[in-house]
């Protein structure tokens, strides 16, 4: 069994940054592409990024160009550098590890989440 815990999370003013991080438990989720999901209140879950085992990133429009999706498997770690936040960026942000860069379901890991609010 492996094991995601992120971190990072906090309140910010819009138009600030932050970063997470998703450390994983063992150096097999190196192989795994790693992902990043978010959800608001009384909305679904959605994605927002990936990156393949072997780097190449992948976003959601909403977050496009505003996000930034990086691994650093000597560390077995995962971050996203989040700038130009807005107040719809608000949500709980999980880590995720999957075979399949599909990130379809059942994804195999999640994280427990860390909380992001934005304040206008």
């Known amino acids: 069994q492996g094991q995601l815990v992120e971190s990072g999370g906090g309140l910010v003013q819009a138009g600030g940054s932050l970063r997470l991080s998703c450390a994983a438990s063992r150096r097999t989720f190196n192989t795994y592409h790693m992902g990043w999901f978010r959800q608001a209140p009384g909305k679904e879950r959605e994605f927002i990024a990936a990156?393949?085992?072997?780097?190449?990133?992948y976003y959601a429009d909403s977050v496009k160009g505003r996000f930034t999706i990086s691994r650093d498997n000597a560390k077995n770690t995962v971050y996203l550098q989040m700038n130009s936040l807005k107040p719809e960026d608000t949500a709980v942000y999980y880590c995720?590890?999957?075979?399949?860069?599909?990130?379809?379901?059942?994804?195999?890991?999640w994280g427990q989440g860390t909380q992001v609010t934005v304040s206008s």
């Open positions: 995720a590890a999957d075979r399949r860069i599909e990130f379809s379901d059942p994804i195999d890991y």
């Open positions: 990156i393949s085992w072997s780097g190449n990133p």
